[in-house]
């Protein structure tokens, strides 16, 4: 986990990748982690398999892939089918499951209001995940979250510029994601 947050700190902009066509652009492009955020359970170890090749560290949204369901089966198939280093999911249970197949994890929350902020606490203690992702990106949101939580943050979700990559990092985020091709090169 220390060299992970080491690559990290070094390489704080995440690409988020949404389709094959991202592929190659990610590849071309220094980062060191890739979020995969699409794909289908036929394809998605090929995808891994290509940015596993080209030198990167992988993390597949297993929510975001077709064919996937909320079942613990699914972690068990992405650790036997692919080289994928992590997971990143919303069900705290997916990600125990993820964490006893030795997978890095990481709880995405949807802040949609106070009540969506209020549960995260409790999804934790279900979860325990190496990362918390905060969705969208709110600079406030992400300070109150490595405050409270004391896990390292990645902000995601609305960050197109420059200004809001500082301002989460600033407020705390060990990195961002963003699926934003121009946000891949700052």
Known sequence: MKELMEILEE???IPGLIKDEDIQTVLDNDAKIVFVLYGDIVHIGDIVRVLKDGGKIVFV????????????SVVKFIKKNTDA????STKASLLRAAKEEGLYTIHRFFILDSMAYHSIGKQLEISRPDIINIVPGWPMIVEWAVQEHHRPVIAA???CDKQLV???LKAGAIAICSTNHEVWNM
């Open 85 to 88: 280093d992590g997971v990143i």
């Open 157 to 159: 979700g609305l960050i």
């Open 166 to 168: 500082i301002e989460n």
């Open 11 to 13: 390489n704080p902009v």
């Open 61 to 72: 949204n297993i929510d975001m892939v077709d064919g996937f369901a909320g079942r613990t």
